[in-house]
T-cell receptor, first 116, second 114 residues
């Protein structure tokens, strides 16, 4: 079974430029998450989707970040314009709702963003 | 904010030593879930264990064991006879019964030297 696939693996951009990350979750997983991981820190949730609906985006900086999950499968996270402080690893994860509480997450390898 | 604290930033051991990673959590919820994830140098977080707040039984899986104590709000992780392949950053996380949001600790970097 294929895992969570993210691309690109690395991205280097200059500040004020736009950038986009793509994620394809595990087949059949209805819940998709975008996390941001700063250096030396644990991941922090940006947005969670249940199918195509964003059900928790309280941590997403909406002035510059946007996300979409068309057709409830793969997802794109965009930053426009990027700032120096956006340098981090952006992790995508997915889970299957088994109805037994908070589910375990399956993570992709992440996109390491460097804003110069 | 209800935090997850991993007080050990870095631990270094020699192969075959036992090592315990500490995790202390805060919660006001009756129902909650605790997790451990491993993040090797490749970057992908790998799920190790999930425990719900109603199950305080300790668990052993091969060389790994977990000690959950509600009285001290701790969920510690022990690796017995450590191996070089155990070198990674280990994260403890908490999720509440009414939310899918996981709160992660800052992680403990474990280095196992040959």
């Amino acid at each position: 079974e294929a895992g969570v696939v993210q691309s690109p693996r690395y991205k280097i951009i200059e500040k004020k430029q736009p950038v986009a990350f793509w994620c394809n979750p595990i087949s059949g997983h209805n819940t998709l998450y975008w996390y941001r991981q700063n250096l030396g820190q644990g991941p922090e949730l940006l947005i969670r989707y249940e199918n195509e609906e964003a059900v928790d985006d309280s941590q997403l900086p909406k002035d510059r970040f946007s996300a979409e999950r068309l057709k409830g499968v793969d997802s794109t996270l965009k930053i426009q314009p990027a700032e120096l402080g956006d340098s981090a690893v952006y992790l995508c994860a997915s889970s299957h709702d088994s109805g037994t509480g908070v589910e375990k997450l399956f993570f992709g390898s992440g996109t390491q963003l460097s804003v110069l | 904010a209800q935090k997850v604290t991993q007080a050990q930033t870095e631990i270094s051991v020699v192969e075959k030593e036992d090592v315990t990673l500490d995790c202390v959590y805060e919660t006001r919820d009756t129902t909650y879930y605790l997790f451990w994830y491993k993040q090797p140098p490749s970057g992908e977080l790998v799920f190790l264990i999930r425990r719900n707040s109603f199950d305080e039984q300790n668990e052993i899986s091969g060389r790994y064991s977990w000690n959950f104590q509600k009285s001290t709000s701790s969920f510690n992780f022990t690796i017995t006879a450590s191996q070089v392949v155990d070198s990674a950053v280990y994260f403890c996380a908490r999720g509440s019964g009414g939310s899918e949001k996981l709160v992660f600790g800052k992680g403990t970097k474990l280095t196992v030297n040959p």
